[in-house]
DNA sequence: GAGTTGACAGCACGACCGTTCGTTTTATTA
DNA sequence: TAATAAAACGAACGGTCGTGCTGTCAACTC
C-alpha cells in the first residue's frame, strides 16, 4: 500500500467517526483536515469533492458494517442462529466499529432522502442490499422450520429493521437504558409469534 | 394578532416546511429570508438566535402533529379504535400537514442526538409525550379487552414505533411504494398477535 | 392625531465554507 | 543517485454563515 492510500484510509476513519457526530453534511473539510494533521488543500485532492468524499465515508461504513455484522453471522448455522446474530450484531455495531456517533446509515437516511447525488444513490444501494441480506436469512429459517411456512420474508424483515430502528432512537436519544433489553425481547416475541 | 406575530408564524410555516427538506442544522437564516421577502436581519429579530428558530420550528411542528394526529383520535371510542387511528393518522402526517419533506421529528433525532442545547431537551420532551400517548392509548386498548392483559404497553408502543420507523424510511429514502401497506399489515399483525 | 413602541431594512463584522492553483516536499522508480 | 511521479502545502478565490448595530418607517396606544 503506497503512501497515499495509507492516508486515504486514514482520513476515512476519522471522516466516518466525525460523520456519524456531526452528518455527512455538516461534515467539513478544513475540521477533517485540522483532525487529520493534513493541510485542507492536501486532503481534498485525495477526494476531488466533497460529494466524493460523502460516498467514500459510506463505503467506508458499509465495509466496516459488513466486517463486524454480516462476517461473523456467516459463521452461525443457517436458520435461526444465523438470523439472531446478525439482528444482535447489528445492535452496537458502531461501537465495536469504533465509530462514537451513532449509525451512520440512519443519519444519512433521513439527511440524503430529500437530495439527489451520488451519495444518495449509493446509501439506497447498500440499505436494498442489507434488507435483502435479512429477508435471505428469513427464509433460509423458513426453510430449517424455525418459522412458519406462511412468513413473508419481505415483511418480516422489515419489521426486524423496525426494531431496530426503534432501539437506535430509544438509545441515542433518549438515552433509555432498557433500550436494548426492549430490543431483543422485541426480536424473541416476533420470532416467537412466527413459529 | 400584531403585525409581529403574524409574521413570526408565517416565518415558521416556511421555516417548517424547509427544515424537513433540509434538516434543522441545513437551515439558513439568508435562504429563509429570500423566502419569505424579509431582509435577514428583520426575521432574525423575531428568534434572537438561531437555536431559539430551531425550537420554535420544533413546537411549531409538535402543534401541527396534535392537530392533525392525536385529535381527531380522540374523537374515536377509547380502545382499539383509538389506537388505531393514532397509528393511521401518524402514516401521513406530513402530507396532511403541508410539509413537503419527510417527518422532522425523525430527522431532528438523528440530527440532535450527538449534540446539546435548547433543541435536543425540547425535542427528548416531546418524543417521550408522544410515546406516552402511545402508551396510554394501548392500556386503555387492553383495560378494554381488545388486547391481552399480558400486554406491557411500554414495549408495545415502542413496537409501533418501530413500524412507523421503518415505514418512513422505506418510503421516503427507498421510493418504497409498498410501504404504507406494509405498515398497516405489520400493525394489524401486532394487534392479531396480542389479543 | 400626536406620541410611543415595535417591526424591519441596510450594512458590516469576522469566521468559515468548498474549491482552485502554483509551488515545494517527499516517495517511488530507473 | 538522478529522474520522475505522487503527495502535501500555502495562499487565495468568491460565497455564505450567524450575528450585531443603527436608522427609518409603520403600527398601535391614548
Redesign the interface.
Known amino acids: 500500500m503506497g503512501k497515499g492510500e495509507e492516508t486515504r484510509d486514514s482520513i476515512l476513519d476519522t471522516a466516518l467517526d466525525q460523520a456519524?457526530?456531526?452528518?455527512l453534511?455538516?461534515l467539513s473539510i478544513g475540521d477533517l483536515a485540522k483532525k487529520t494533521g493534513l493541510s485542507k488543500s492536501g486532503l481534498f485532492a485525495h477526494f476531488g469533492s466533497k460529494e466524493a468524499l460523502q460516498v467514500e465515508i459510506l463505503r467506508t461504513a458499509m465495509r466496516r458494517f459488513a466486517k463486524i455484522v454480516v462476517a461473523p453471522a456467516q459463521r452461525q448455522a443457517k436458520g435461526i442462529d444465523r438470523l439472531r446474530a446478525l439482528f444482535e450484531n447489528l445492535l452496537d455495531w458502531t461501537e465495536k466499529g469504533g465509530i462514537?456517533?451513532?449509525c451512520i446509515f440512519?443519519?444519512a437516511?433521513?439527511?440524503?432522502?430529500?437530495r439527489e447525488g451520488l451519495a444518495r444513490e449509493f446509501?439506497?444501494e447498500t440499505?436494498?442490499i442489507w434488507l435483502r441480506t435479512l429477508a435471505k436469512a428469513v427464509q433460509r429459517t423458513v426453510r430449517e422450520g424455525d418459522l412458519g411456512v406462511g412468513v413473508d420474508s419481505?415483511?418480516f424483515a422489515?419489521?426486524i429493521?423496525?426494531?431496530?430502528?426503534?432501539?437506535h432512537?430509544?438509545k441515542?436519544?433518549?438515552h433509555d437504558l432498557g433500550a436494548k433489553g426492549?430490543a431483543l425481547?422485541?426480536f424473541e416475541t416476533l420470532i416467537a409469534?412466527n413459529r
Open positions: 456519524s457526530l456531526v452528518g453534511e455538516g462514537r456517533g451513532g440512519l443519519a437516511a433521513v439527511e440524503l432522502d430529500d446509501l439506497v440499505q436494498q419481505q415483511d422489515y419489521e429493521h423496525g426494531i431496530y430502528l426503534a432501539y432512537q430509544a441515542r436519544l433518549l426492549r425481547r422485541a409469534n
